[in-house]
């Protein structure tokens, strides 16, 4: 079941115009500034007195995209609310900051605006969008080192390659936003990884390097470790063609990740306590008792838990977690050594895009962000625990090997894997795990608690979009609606 039930291009997989949603989102409205959005929202709530004897109706743990919504659904419904979240800040592995001048996110940053829940968003708050520059080139592997391309050049090049990839994928995933729907044809398929599917393939070395690249950094630095149907899943959502995947990149809301986020908040108005890491979650008779590491215990007659699959095995459940919970915790769902890094540059470079072949280099993904007073800025992705991304010497080293010589002056980077409260950055599931744990983690619930994060989304798993379907279902269940 998914929690956009009555939408119809979500139960079909129909992608909506692209025009006619930015058109019905506003696309040049913006109800948040991006400077009050950095700001923060005021935190006020109805049961706004955080003690032990408080009275609420529901715990959410997380203040991510997937908990915030959960909070909103459930204030909605007229449910007190308390949110307690780790961190001092809002948004869990999103985080709007600064740097060299700009608005960045060191954490998730684009949406597409065909994702059916981010459209819906984007009206509901009038929020922009601001789409990116486009491209002077693409430096891409070849069997003779990095070779520049223009971007018709590029994607002509790749495309081809993908729609070999994910061939079948309009059938086994029919209906991609309901993942599931033809398990039949799943069964086998979703036993092979990435690499499976590569040597299935026989390409030649050449064409090989032009996708292997991509495939081993969304599966956490191997090809071997992804599952194709995780990767073929957002090929087919996003319209089963190298353009609709391509524009999964194109798209970033105007006031940043925390502009949504602060409006939701704004709207709903719970009680939230930041620095409060959760230790455990108990249940006893009618209510729930959720311990944080500093020994304080808050109750309620629920509990939506929405921090990423990775971080499950940290807190204590009392009665334990389901047995799917359990394996999908034990097994991980979120790249355990993502890391994303801003790099400040000086002219000279231009905007291009950089893909390194599987292996080729620590940082095998780069795409240009903003032209700075000094430079350019530009962001990089690795899953490579021994880069150093701290150390200018070795990140310039890292994109020579993609083609492109910088003059680097300053670097910011996020190490997810190693933030104790995400143990991991964007999702991506292992061979088997759409078959053996989605069906009883999508909808399974304790007696009183509820589950909700991006990592277990039915569409856009490891996505805004999937951290929202998430949080709108785990309402749903927590107040008894599904």
Known sequence: MTAAGDDAAHRTGRRPSRRTVLKAAGATALAVSAASALAGPAYAGEDSEDSESSTRDFIVIGAGF??????????????????????????????????????????????????????????RYSIGLEEEDPLDRMLLPTPKGPKAFTPAEGNAAMGPLFEKLFEGSKQYFERPFQPLYRADLLQ?????????????????????????????????????????????????????????????????MKPGTVGMLSAMINEAKPT????????????????VHVTTRAGKTYSAKGVVVAVPVNVWHTI??????????????????????????????????????????????????FIPY??????????????????????TAQVKDAVKKLGADLDIIGLRAQNWGA??????????RKPGQLTSLYP?????????????????????????????ESGLRAAQLANGEM
Not at 99 to 104: D, I, L, M, S, W
């Open 66 to 123: 997937a908990g915030v919504t959960a909070a909103r659904e459930l204030r909605a419904r007229g449910k007190r609310v308390t949110i307690l979240e780790a961190r001092s800040r809002i948004g869990g592995r999103t985080w709007t900051d600064t740097f060299a001048g700009q608005q960045v996110e060191m954490g998730g940053t684009w949406v597409e605006p065909t994702q059916p829940h981010i459209a819906k968003e984007l009206k």
């Open 440 to 468: 009883d983690v999508l909808n399974q619930a304790t007696n009183r608690i509820t589950f909700a994060s991006g990592d277990i989304a039915e569409g856009w798993t490891g996505f805004i979009d999937g951290a929202i």
């Open 370 to 391: 903003k032209k700075t007073s000094e430079g350019q800025l530009y962001v990089g992705f690795s899953v490579d625990p021994k880069l150093d991304p701290t150390n």
């Open 272 to 287: 939230i306590v930041f620095n409060a890491p959760v230790a455990s979650v108990a249940e006893s008779g009618n209510r």
């Open 188 to 252: 086998k398929l979703d036993k092979l990884s990435l690499r499976d599917r590569l040597n299935e393939l026989k390409l030649s070395p050449a064409d090989e390097m032009l996708i292997n690249g991509q495939t081993a950094i969304y599966s956490g630095g191997a090809s071997s470790e992804g599952a194709l149907t995780m990767l073929a899943q957002w090929w087919s959502m996003a319209g089963w063609n190298n353009e609709g995947w391509s524009d999964t990149q194109r798209y970033r």
């Open 316 to 365: 204590k459940f009392t009665p334990g977690l389901p047995a799917a919970h359990t394996a999908a915790a034990s097994q991980g769902i979120g790249v355990k050594n993502a890391l994303k890094i801003w790099i400040h540059a000086r002219e000279g470079q231009g905007r291009f895009y950089g893909q390194a072949a599987e292996g080729g280099s620590p940082i095998p993904m």
């Open 419 to 428: 933030d104790e409260f995400s143990r991991g950055g964007w999702a991506f």
